[in-house]
């Protein structure tokens, strides 16, 4: 929910991972209104014909949207339009679940569906969270971060009753490791004190590699093979495969 | 818009350094579910009994809702209940100009009032900017803030014709700058070239005392006076107070 944090960061190079490294048939679905991962694999977002809210919408069927990033990788990708229908998709009846009926009609091609939300709990995010098993939380070590995980937590609370749908945590990330700092360490240290079972044991360095990626629309990984950013994230990667 | 460009760090340095450099009576108002503004000034957002939300709910007056933190600084603060607004107050007639309407019963107390919004371009953004003059538009020097940037050039298209508001922007400040790394000098040269005469000279430094001065609930020049983070948002305030 926090903006920020790495959650486009995380959600492109993982689907990237789980298809590249474990040959894993990954579909990425941006709900995000600033498209960001669907621009991060290089989707000219400025000039879709067919995105997430034809879906939405219902103009269209999620299958016509994809975009074949490569053999393992499909995106469902957004742009700024998607922001001009969230008040009328919010005053639709069954709202929250427009996106699960949609996954619905494909979730048999994938071994996993990763959904890149925006920093917010308007109805993309509920629509993603609805339509989700679990959820992954990237968490920036710094005391507005930390804050933000809080908030979150009662949003899952509230969307857990509220909405009667069981959501697991598959983990809690930290990202933007900075191990020069004072506050990293110790926000990283109060993270693990507090979530320890749930925590990952991979921790997201902060590394310009990681921030100059998308502007060659590539993972981190094949812009810096051998860096620390692209070795955390093919660890997070095998974390994931193995929960 | 993008999350975690500098949006809340700057707003409540900034609306600090107005107060205590220039002695102007400043008024933040925090209108992000997240409460960070709120927060970095030590505000215990868990345990409010009046926050923005009872006002864009017409159930009290601006006035009773403002915390004095110091003389020459008030702040309107928000949490997370004001999410669950959302939806509500998208749906009530004049929805846009709450805020503005609010403000104007109190505008004549304040030298300066900032507004800090969430990241996207909701209801609340809207109801800041509807009743706004001036906005001021931090931008992350990476491919993913510069892109951000663009998103945000439409949004206020949008709201310049559809809802016929004349918005100047007082300035684009590059934010988070690294002088070790390729992408901050590309990017801050690519935004100097597009907006030669609208950039502040300023440029906020990646720096960790800015990122630990919310955790003492204090503005990043008492936490760290002789340093860069520091120096850069006080070279700030007089760039602002001089526009
Ligand atoms: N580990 C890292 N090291 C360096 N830069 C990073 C790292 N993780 C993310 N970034 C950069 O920080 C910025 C924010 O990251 P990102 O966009 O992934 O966050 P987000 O949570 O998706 O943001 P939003 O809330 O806007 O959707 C981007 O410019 C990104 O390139
Ligand atoms: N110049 C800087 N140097 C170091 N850290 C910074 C700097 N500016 C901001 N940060 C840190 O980056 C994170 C994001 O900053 P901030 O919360 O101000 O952004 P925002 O745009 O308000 O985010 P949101 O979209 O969530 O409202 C925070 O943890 C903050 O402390
Ligand atoms: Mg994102
Ligand atoms: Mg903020």
């Known amino acids: 929910m926090k903006g920020g944090v790495g959650k486009t960061t995380t959600a492109y190079n993982l689907a990237a991972g789980l298809a590249d490294f474990c040959h894993q048939k990954v579909l990425l679905v941006d709900i995000d209104p600033q498209g960001n991962s669907s621009a991060s694999f290089g989707i000219p977002i400025w000039d879709l014909e067919l995105q997430i809210r034809d879906v939405l919408l219902r103009k269209a069927s999620i299958q016509d949207t994809v975009i074949s990033i490569r053999d393992n990788i499909d995106v469902v990708p957004s742009n700024i339009i998607l922001a001009e229908d969230e008040i009328p998709i919010s005053g639709l009846p069954g709202r929250e679940l427009l996106l699960r009926k949609a996954i619905a009609s494909i979730e048999d091609k994938y071994d996993y569906i990763l959904i890149d939300c925006p920093p917010n709990i ?122």
Not at 140 to 145: K, P
Not at 167 to 176: D, E, P, Q, S, Y
């Open 122 to 243: 308007g109805v993309f995010s509920i629509n993603a969270l609805m339509a989700s098993q679990e959820v992954l939380i990237p968490v920036d070590l710094s005391f507005l971060g930390l804050l933000g995980l809080r908030s979150i937590e009662k949003a899952l609370d509230l969307i857990r009753t509220a909405l009667d749908h069981p959501l697991k945590i598959t983990g809690v990330l930290a990202t933007r490791y900075d191990g020069r700092t004072n506050v990293s360490k110790e926000v990283l240290q109060s993270l693990k004190d507090t979530f320890s079972d749930k925590m990952f044991s991979t921790v997201i360095p902060e590394n310009v590699k990681i921030k100059e990626a998308p502007s060659f629309s590539i993972p981190v990984y094949q812009h810096d093979e051998k860096g620390v950013g692209a070795k955390a994230y093919s660890s997070l990667v095998q974390e994931v495969i193995c929960r």
